[in-house]
């Protein structure tokens, strides 16, 4: 399994970004995927999952405003992030359960 997440750059606080996730290597509807973070001198956290079916679970410091979705036509994972803030700022991670992992893409919210 191959991860590769994209979209990650700096934003204003209040503005948005949307990370996108590829899968390859095998099929992506087979797989509950998420998101985490590690924001610099902190433990990676889990941010967004969502099971094969479509349901959804997220981190109490994203909810409503962070919207994880996922296109199985096109092996695609989407986190949709809005109303960013400066303490969003972190390396965001894709993962396929149980561990596959994707290089991060840099997220910078700026005050």
């Known amino acids: 399994v191959q991860l590769q997440a994209s979209g990650g750059g700096l934003v204003q606080a209040g503005g948005s970004l949307r990370l996108s996730c590829a899968l390859s290597g095998r099929t992506f509807s087979d797989y509950a995927m998420g998101w985490s973070r590690q924001a610099p001198g902190k433990q990676r956290a889990l941010v967004a999952t969502i099971t094969e079916d479509g349901e959804t679970g997220y981190a109490d410091a994203v909810k409503g405003r962070f919207t994880i979705s996922r296109d199985n036509t096109k092996n695609t994972l989407v986190l949709q992030m809005n109303s960013l803030k400066p303490e969003d700022t972190a390396v965001y991670y894709c993962?396929?359960?149980?561990?596959?992992w994707g290089r991060g893409t840099q997220v910078t919210v700026s005050s």
């Open positions: 993962w396929a359960f149980p561990n596959y």
